[in-house]
């Protein structure tokens, strides 16, 4: 979805409204596809004196498998979507601006790269999750097992004195 930035640009109006909800369903993340409602993007497009900024906020269910337990969980998240513009890098190559080419915004490709960028490297059902057994597969939130754990021999000997 391309937003015209001509008249923000050119000085002609300072504000733009945004008030946007974008389809990512056929969105793949990791193999699953977690957008399974529309993402809202509320905010706004400013020209103040000259500097143009995108001041905006995605608020978005996302529903994907816990990276420990394989739980599928939807958590609720608010990214922001902020950045100067400009329609050309005449300057020193500030990566902090984003080009806008043909002053022209693909603001849901923004939104999307800000989204990715911003979600945690795990994903998990909760902080605390105990994930799965590594070797009978349960899954240690719900019950524990029987298999021995793996104690790292410096713990064992430090065990051994309250025998
Ligand atoms: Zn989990
Ligand atoms: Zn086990």
New binding site residues.
Partial sequence: MFIALESLFGGAIEIIELDYEFDFSKEEYNGVFPFTTPVKLLGKITNRAGVVEIDAVASFDFTAPCDRCAAVTTKRFEVPVKHGLVSSLNDDGNDDYIVVENMSLELDRLTLEDIYLFLPSKFLCSPDCKGL?S????NLNEKS???KKDIDPRLEILLSFND
């Fill in positions: 057994c070797k009978c597969g349960t097992c029987d298999c």
